[in-house]
C-alpha cells in the first residue's frame, strides 16, 4: 500500500511539470490520479473493515469458547426417572438430614431442630456448621441406594436419622425416613470437652420438618389434615404424611410460606416465628402465617413445627400417586432396618475383610462410618459456575449442569471439588462400580470445547451462600491434579467390569483424552519435558504464594512466581495420567501408543534429574525464581489509629534455582506417582531419608513438610495459618503407602526397606486416625505432625475416609 501511494504522488508531481503535454493530456492525467486515489483508499478501508471484523469475530469466537460445551457424545447416558435406584437420596450433603431426587428442580425435605430452652444459646439447626459445635454427626451405615442410619450427638440429646427407600412405580418410588430422638444418659464413648451437668434432660424438643420447592414454577405445595401435598411435572401428585411411632407430640404449627431460594430456609423459618401463650410451657415461638403469600406469592415452602416429649421417634412417608407398595412405617419398618443393617455390615465385610484381617468390632465400626460418609455425602447438584478467561473482561456464566458428586466436608466444603473427587472415587468404585462411573460421567460432562473442567463446582443457591466471593470465579487457566483418570485406570485394573458398565467406560473416552489433551496444551513449562501449575500470583502480601491449582495451595513454592517455574508434581501427575489413558485405551481396544510414548518420554529419568534433582541435596525439587530470605513485616500505617498491613519483605533477592530448602511432598513425587524405577539409586535415597522423624516422618503419618524448611508450619499471610506447611495428610500418605507396596512387590534392591516403611507407616495412620476418631467422635481434614490431633474442617468426609482401604490394605 505504501508503494502504491508513492507512485501515485510521484505520477502527479510529473503530470503537473510537463511543460510539453496538451491541456487535454494534463485532465486525462489527474482524472486518472483521482480515480487511482479514491480505489486506494477503498481498498484502505475494505481491508481496515475486514480486519476489524476478523479481530471482532476471533475476539468473540475466543469470548465464547470458555463457557462452550466439549462438542461429543455426552458421558451421562441415562439420570433422573431413568435411574430409578438412585432417583431418590440423601442428596443434601450440607444439611444434617435432608433428601431430595436428581432432578434440577426437585421437591425438597429435611429437618430442623433446637431444644426450646437453649434455643438463643444454641440456635437452630440446619445446615451442616462447624460452629454448632455438635459432640459428632455422622453416617453409621450408607449403602449409596437403598438405606442409610446416621447419628447426631447433639447433647443432651442423641438423634437417630434413617431413612429406607421402596422403589416401583413411575415416579421413583417412595420413601420412609425416621427421626428417633432420646435424651442422653451419658456420654457417647470417649468424648472430651463436654460438660452437660446443668443440661435439662427431659427439655421440651422442637422438632420441624419441611418440603420446599426451589422456585415456584408450577406451584404445587400446601398442608391439609396433617399432610403435605405437592405437585410438579416430574413427579405429578405427591405427599408428605408423618406417623409417630413412639413418644408425644405436646403441640403442633406450620405455615404455608414463600421462600426467595433455598439457601434462606432457615432465616424465613426464624421470620415465621411468632410468640405463642401454652398453657404449660408459657410463652413459646410457634410457625405463623406469612405475609408474602398471604400478599398473593405462591407457597413453596411448608415448614411443619412439633414440640416433642423425648424419646420421642417420627416416621415421615413419601408416597407418590402410583404407590407401588404400601407405606412403610411403625414395626415394619423397625424390622426392614434391621435386616438392612445386618446385610450392610456384610457386604462390608465380604468387600473390604477388615474382621478377617483382626481389626476389632470397634474398628470395624469406624470403618463402616467412614465409608458410609463418604458414599452417604454424595450429593446432586444443578447449577450454573461463575467462569473467567483471558478473552472475557468479566466473568460470565457456563452452562446449566447438573453434577451427582461426593463432597469432601459436609460442614465446610459442601460441594464438588476435581481432584478431591478422584481420591473418593477409589474408595467409592470399590463399594459401587456403577455409582462411580455415574460420578465421572457428570464431572466429565462439565468439559468445556477447551477440554477445560472448572476445578471447584459451585451449583445452586445453597452451594453459593456458602463460598467466600473471592472463590467463586474459576479461571480456564487453572488446572487441578487429574486423579480421576488415575482413578478410573486402578478401576480397571482391580475391578469385575460387566458389559453395560465398559460402554459407560467407552463414553467417557474421547472427554477423558480431551481433558489430557488440555494439560498437554496449556500447562507444559518453557524446558522440554517441564510443566508449570498456572495461576500463582504475586500481591506482595503472602509470604510465598499459593499455588491452589496444584491441590496443595500453600506448600512452598518458587518465592516469586514466573515462567522458568517447573513443578515436579505436575510433571510426575502428566506421567501418570499418559499411564492411565494408555490402561483405559488399551481396555478399550484403542489406540494407546502416543499415551505410551508420553509415559515413556516421562519416565526417562535422566531427563526428570535433568530437571528436577539435585546432586547437593540429594532430592527432587520445584525450580524457579526464589529466595529463603524472605519474612513477613507490618508496614507502618499513615494514620496512627490505624495498624498497617502485613506485607512480604525480602531481604535476599530471588535467583533462577532448585527450590531444595522446601522438602516435602513434592520432593516425593517420583516415588509417589511410581516415576522411579525399582532399581533407581534415588528411590533408594528416598526411601533412605523416609523415616527420619526431623523430616517428614512422625507417629501419625508423613508430614507435608520439612521440620527442617523455613516455612515449616508459618503463617501464610497475617490471616492465613499454614496448611500444607507440616500438617498429615491422608490422600498424601494414601499415596505413599501405595507406592511402597508397589515397591515392596517389585523386584529390586529396594523390595525390603519399601515393605518395611509400609507396614510402619500404614501403622501410624490408621492408627491415629482411629484413635482420634474415638476421641472426638469426627473423621479430620488434617492431623498434626506434632501430637497427631485432628484439624482443619470436621468432619471431613472425603479423601481421609481412604482409612478403609488402608486398612484393607488396598491400594
Not at 529466595?627 to 507490618?634: F, N
Amino acid at each position: 500500500m505504501v508503494k502504491h501511494r508513492k507512485t501515485v504522488s510521484t505520477q502527479h508531481k510529473h503530470g503537473n511539470n510537463n511543460e510539453t503535454s496538451s491541456s487535454s493530456g494534463g485532465s486525462d492525467s489527474s482524472v486518472s490520479g483521482r480515480f487511482n486515489l479514491r480505489s486506494m483508499w477503498k481498498t484502505i478501508v475494505g481491508m481496515t473493515c475486514l480486519v476489524v471484523a476478523v479481530y471482532v469475530s476471533t475476539l468473540g469466537y475466543l469470548e465464547t469458547r470458555v463457557n462452550t460445551p466439549f462438542d461429543g457424545e455426552k458421558a451421562v447416558a441415562e439420570t433422573g426417572l431413568d435411574v430409578p435406584d438412585r432417583y431418590w437420596g440423601t442428596y443434601r450433603p450440607g444439611v444434617y438430614f435432608g433428601l431430595k431426587s436428581r432432578e434440577p428442580k426437585s421437591p425438597v425435605f429435611g429437618m430442623m431442630w433446637y431444644e426450646m430452652s437453649l434455643m438463643v444459646h444454641k440456635g437452630i439447626r440446619h445446615w451442616c456448621e462447624q460452629n454448632d459445635n455438635l459432640a459428632s454427626y455422622g453416617w453409621l451405615r450408607h449403602d449409596g441406594v437403598n438405606f442409610g442410619e446416621q447419628l447426631i450427638a447433639d447433647p443432651p440429646h442423641i438423634i437417630y436419622t434413617s431413612f429406607i427407600k421402596t422403589s416401583g412405580g413411575k415416579h421413583g418410588g417412595h420413601w420412609t425416613a425416621r427421626i428417633n430422638i432420646t435424651a442422653l444418659e451419658q456420654l457417647p464413648t470417649a468424648r472430651e470437652a463436654f460438660n452437660f451437668q446443668n443440661a435439662q434432660r427431659n427439655a421440651p424438643f422442637v422438632l420441624t420438618w419441611y418440603a420446599a420447592l426451589d422456585g415456584a414454577s408450577p406451584p404445587g405445595l400446601r398442608y391439609r389434615d396433617n399432610e403435605i401435598l405437592g405437585y410438579t411435572p416430574q413427579l405429578n401428585n405427591f405427599k408428605i404424611s408423618f406417623s409417630t411411632y413412639k413418644g408425644k407430640i405436646l403441640h403442633t404449627s406450620f405455615s404455608e410460606a414463600h421462600v426467595p431460594g433455598l439457601n434462606l430456609l432457615k432465616e424465613k423459618y426464624y421470620s415465621l416465628l411468632r410468640i405463642l401463650d401454652h398453657q404449660t410451657f408459657g410463652k413459646m415461638a410457634v410457625m405463623g402465617p406469612d405475609s408474602e403469600t398471604e400478599d398473593g406469592k405462591e407457597v413453596n415452602f411448608i415448614p411443619v413445627q412439633m414440640l416433642v416429649e423425648t424419646p420421642f421417634v417420627l416416621d415421615v412417608v413419601y408416597t407418590s400417586e402410583d404407590l407401588p407398595a404400601p407405606p412403610l412405617r411403625g414395626d415394619d419398618y423397625t424390622r426392614l432396618l434391621e435386616e438392612n443393617k445386618k446385610a450392610f455390615d456384610a457386604r462390608f465385610e465380604d468387600t473390604f475383610k477388615l474382621t478377617e484381617k483382626g481389626y476389632a468390632e470397634d474398628e470395624v465400626s469406624i470403618a463402616r462410618a467412614a465409608m458410609s460418609n463418604m458414599v452417604g455425602s454424595i450429593g446432586y447438584f444443578y447449577g450454573t459456575s461463575r467462569v473467567q478467561s483471558q478473552y472475557t473482561s468479566e466473568p460470565v456464566p457456563y452452562w446449566k449442569a447438573a453434577l451427582y458428586s461426593g463432597v469432601p466436608s459436609r460442614s465446610f466444603f459442601p460441594r464438588g471439588f476435581l481432584w478431591d473427587e478422584g481420591f473418593h472415587g477409589l474408595l467409592i468404585g470399590r463399594w459401587s462400580l456403577d455409582i462411580q462411573l455415574d460420578i465421572a460421567a457428570h464431572w466429565l460432562d462439565l468439559l468445556n470445547v477447551e477440554g477445560w473442567i472448572p476445578r471447584e463446582q459451585i451449583l445452586g443457591a445453597e452451594a453459593l451462600a456458602r463460598v467466600p466471593a473471592q472463590f467463586v470465579v474459576q479461571s480456564n487457566a487453572a488446572a487441578n491434579p487429574p486423579m480421576l483418570a488415575l482413578t478410573l485406570a486402578r478401576l480397571v485394573r482391580s475391578a469385575a467390569w460387566g458389559h453395560d458398565q465398559r460402554e459407560r467406560l467407552a463414553r467417557l473416552f474421547n472427554r477423558l483424552q480431551a481433558w489430557y489433551q488440555w494439560f498437554q496444551n496449556t500447562q507444559k513449562g518453557e524446558e522440554p519435558t517441564s510443566y508449570r501449575w498456572r495461576g500463582r500470583e504475586d500481591d506482595g502480601l503472602q509470604l510465598n504464594p499459593k499455588t491452589l491449582t496444584s491441590g496443595l495451595d500453600d506448600y512452598p513454592r518458587a518465592s516469586h512466581p514466573s515462567d522458568i517455574e517447573r513443578h515436579v508434581d505436575l510433571r510426575c501427575w502428566m506421567y501418570a495420567a499418559a499411564d492411565a489413558m494408555a490402561t483405559i485405551a488399551e481396555a478399550l481396544g484403542r489406540d494407546s501408543d502416543k499415551f505410551e510414548a508420553t509415559r515413556d518420554q516421562l519416565g526417562d529419568e535422566a531427563l526428570l534429574n535433568e530437571l528436577h534433582w539435585s546432586p547437593h541435596t540429594q532430592t527432587y525439587a520445584d525450580y524457579g525464581l526464589h529466595t529463603d530470605g524472605v519474612r513477613l513485616v507490618r508496614q507502618q500505617s499513615k494514620h496512627a489509629n490505624e495498624m498497617g498491613k502485613v506485607v512480604r519483605s525480602v531481604t535476599v533477592p530471588p535467583q533462577p534455582r532448585l527450590v531444595t530448602s522446601a522438602y516435602g511432598y513434592v520432593s516425593l513425587f517420583p516415588m509417589l506417582l511410581k516415576v522411579l524405577r525399582p532399581d533407581s539409586d534415588n528411590l533408594g535415597k528416598i526411601l533412605q531419608d523416609l523415616d527420619k522423624p526431623d523430616l517428614l516422618w512422625s507417629p501419625y503419618g508423613l508430614r507435608s513438610l520439612s521440620k527442617s524448611a523455613p516455612l515449616y508450619m508459618k503463617r501464610n499471610t497475617e490471616h492465613d495459618p499454614p496448611y500444607w506447611r507440616g500438617q498429615v495428610w491422608i490422600n498424601i500418605n494414601y499415596l505413599a503407602l501405595s507406592a511402597l507396596k508397589h515397591y515392596a512387590t517389585e523386584a529390586g534392591p529396594h523390595a525390603a526397606r519399601a515393605g518395611e516403611l509400609h507396614k510402619k507407616l500404614r501403622d501410624n495412620v490408621v492408627g491415629n486416625i482411629i484413635s482420634e476418631y474415638k476421641r472426638t467422635g469426627y473423621l479430620w481434614e488434617q492431623y498434626s505432625g506434632e501430637n497427631g490431633r485432628g484439624s482443619g474442617s470436621r468432619p471431613f468426609t472425603g479423601w481421609t475416609a481412604l482409612v478403609v482401604l488402608m486398612m484393607a490394605d488396598e491400594y
